[in-house]
């Protein structure tokens, strides 16, 4: 299964730049200074002998790499999506060093909360009622009611992405970043209805080029899921099947695909979304399933994969939900919310474990509530980036790498050997699950 296929690929429809349509970059030539230095755009790349161990602690040949500051700022898109987080700021710095085969990266930015938590499990027992259970998933990020009261902090993850234009193919991309590929609120004709209609796109869109042959490296890093076995997601954009598609799904022609997937043609029905070779199994999948309430009743959502008796864990890995593994499956899910797996029953009405903490608005949850997700290596192309990250109890400090020129010939990734000047784009996320601070119009070179 692919990781939170359904969030994830919506969630990036506003990745990094959304508001491209209404904001130009002036950049337009590229030019290399000595230094990054403070108020540059630019994050000069030095060579280096020995490389940094990639461990998230800063190691002392990273003092010969000048810090690029910057201010990832999230935008208002004017459609509520990124309500509650509008204006808020992520200052980070970034450097970059360079050997004969790798690029290196340290990021490092400031954050109050260690969010690796996402969407847990949790039992909410005034909600269990006739027909229902109290078994729910936090929000990935902040809701508010109808007056605009904040009603409970987000559980979404730290994360931050990076875009890159492939092989030059993307011509928006060298004035723009990553504006090139955001394409919100585009009007489109509904061919669900006959005869079509215009309609206006509201509150949608996604990240897509705008040519067949146009493509974009994207690297994501999910500061819990991925670090869990040292990796970064390495993803790609493309045409998503063109006007032809898009048009017809009013912006829904997701581009945005895991690395190592092509088109293999488009679908036969409306809205005729391109198709796509599928991803072998690999990296996070949501840890749901549907039972019935004592086996007979109402259809109910609850968790898949637990780990008896254990606390404070936010992820089950998948080798453990294999045979002999230590994780155990849930069964059944009764009507007073108890739940049922091989070898025992967790009743969550007894004590608080399982139920929310503290504060109703900025709580937590308690020490048993379950992880929303399985975890296990990314493999093939997507495995390309080996990223890790420590937290430091007010940050982050982030290291990744990866080969100058890996072994892609999809024309997926950027490559690095010929030392060329590359824009750029980079977007934080801070305890949530779509709004993030974007830093579009930075510029790559190397210090040869």
Known sequence: MKPFQSIKFWVMSTLICIVGYAVSCTKNDQVIIPDSGTGSTTL????????????GVVD???SNATKLSIVPTVPDPGNGLFTGYNGQTYPATIRSMYDDKNIYFLLEYADADKSVYVATWYFDPSANVAGKTGWAQEPTSKTFDANGVLTRDGFGEDKFAMLWNVDNSTPKFITQTCYATCHVFIPYLDYSVTPAVMKSNSN???HYTNGASEKIDMWWAHLSRDLVFGQMDDNYQDWA?????????GGSGNGRHVDDLVVTGASATWPFAPTYTTAAAQGASNNRQTLKLDGTGASVTVPMWIMPNATNYYYVLAKDTLAGGKAAKITGVSSTGVLTYNGGTIDPNVGTD???????VTGGDGP???PSYIASPLIGGRADISCQAVYTGSGWVIEYTRAL???DVLKQDIDFT???DQPFGLAIWNKSNNQHGIQPNLLLTFKK
């Not at 000069?44 to 461990?55: A, L, N, R, Y």
């Not at 399982?354 to 109703?360: C, K, S, T, V």
Request: with cysteine; charged share 10%; proline share 9%.
């Open 354 to 360: 399982y139920q929310r903490a503290g504060n109703p």
């Open 418 to 420: 010929g030392l060329q």
């Open 368 to 370: 048993k509530c379950f």
């Open 241 to 249: 099947g063109g006007p032809a598609v898009t048009n017809l799904t």
């Open 60 to 62: 002392a040949m990273w």
């Open 405 to 407: 020129k890996t072994a």
């Open 44 to 55: 000069v790349s030095v060579k280096t002998t020995t490389p940094p161990v990639i461990d």
């Open 204 to 206: 949608s869109g996604n």
